[in-house]
């Protein structure tokens, strides 16, 4: 699967559970669930929410975020921990690529530090440690070109809900 393949559903500000309307500021349950080979985000508001789907790739509560126009919607470092880390050993390229790209969003957040790099198998492996828990992470390096970077990311922006 390429990067140009994902086909994940925007955010709708709608309860999967209940169809109502998330209202700006509502706390709200997020799941990451893999369906068809494709990333898919459900919103619940917290009277629905009963918990994770069991196929749940991953899933988090937040809150609905303000309207503003030309305002983007804070990042969540600890959501993107959360994700990076659950794609730890998934071999899949648009794993590796999704996974890529968190590590990238998280050095740029100095969330996490470049430590080295080696050739194993003729992949580039960067080996980077988080500065908060000093736990580290191996991370291949798919060597996206720019025009794949950028859909990745945005797939990336898309599933957590901050595009």
Known sequence: MSTTDYQI???TRRCVATGRELRPGEKVYSVLLEQAGS???QDYSQEAWQGPPPEA?????GHVPQQ??????????????ECFRR??????PDRIQFRY???????RRKRLKFEDARIDSGQEVLRLRCLRTREQYEV?????????????????FKVLGWE
């Open 68 to 81: 503003q126009a030309g305002k983007r919607v804070p990042i969540d470092d600890e959501l993107l921990m």
């Open 57 to 61: 790739f991953s899933f988090w509560m």
């Open 101 to 107: 790209v968190l590590a990238l969003l998280l050095l």
């Open 87 to 92: 794609l730890t050993g998934q071999d899949a």
């Open 39 to 41: 990333f898919v985000r």
């Open 9 to 11: 559903q925007a955010n």
């Open 140 to 156: 291949i390096n798919p060597r996206l070109s720019g025009e794949e970077m950028a859909a990745v990311q945005e797939e990336v």
